[in-house]
């Protein structure tokens, strides 16, 4: 990480871990989902707001994975609540899936973290004949939190606590194309390339999150969205980064401290942002390094948000 990212306003900077931005707040009595918390930035997510007394669901598809979690944060922390849910975001059958399973549970929903993703990966369509960045990355969390959202106003109505949804997205959503998004072209393999798949997925993550938090100021919810960037941090998804092959990983010993965060420092800006008192009431926002942040001009698009609004709504159908 760069030695000059010093601490903004919120007294947090990107140095700043997850438990740190938590200290002395307490989410007892809270219930959160968290997508893709079986490893990397995800796990640690979910064991911080756990050790902060919250009710977790991990929503993985690698559910051998998520009970692997839940066992080594049970070690630390005895009296945590961790619950292990199958969801692959790839698939609207699982998610619908997942939706209804958690809601046959009867518990309430006070914060939902879709932070489930992938990156850079080969050109494939999901089992829904949808491009898998943008199945995973976007479609399949707008469905999850569609299915949610009754529960999470219900829950914030009953308890008189706020609701907070939280998108984690990427600066990479800056380098798109020129439209932002190409809506006839996501799934066109001659044009397709993976980090810009994902980029585009990253802007979508942000303009989600813009436009329900608009949509749910005009409805009164007592419910926020807002979305994040978590910094460069080494986890999984990074397995398909070309300098994965190559001799630049030799180096990563060395300089990698000066450039990448680690999952502790990663997972504290969603940590923030689902806890802290200072984000209370804030929606519809961008943060970075538990910063309030400003993204690309085409993230602030109402006009494309709108469209991707009205596209999305069209594939989950």
Sequence with gaps: MSLFWGKGESGFSAYSTAEEVTEGISAAGLTAIVTGGASGMGAEIVRVLALRGAHVVIGDRNVSGGHETKEAIMKQIPAARVDVMELDLSSMASVRNFAAQFKSTGLPLNLLINNAGVMGIPYKLSVDNIELHFAINHVGHFLLTDLLLDTMKETAQES??????VNVSSMAHCHTYPEGIRFDKINDEASYGGFFAYRVS???????????????????ADVTANSLHPGAVWTPIMNHLPIMNGTIMRYVGTIGRFLVKDVHQGAATACYIALHPQVKGVTGKYFSNCNLSKPWPQATDVNLANKLWDFTSSLIK
């Excluded at 008189?160 to 949804?165: A, C, D, H, S, T």
């Excluded at 990253?202 to 009164?220: P, S, V, W, Y």
């Design 202 to 220: 990253k802007l979508a993550n942000i303009l989600h999150a813009n436009e329900l938090a608009r949509r749910l100021k005009e409805e009164g």
């Design 160 to 165: 008189k606590i706020q609701g907070r949804i």
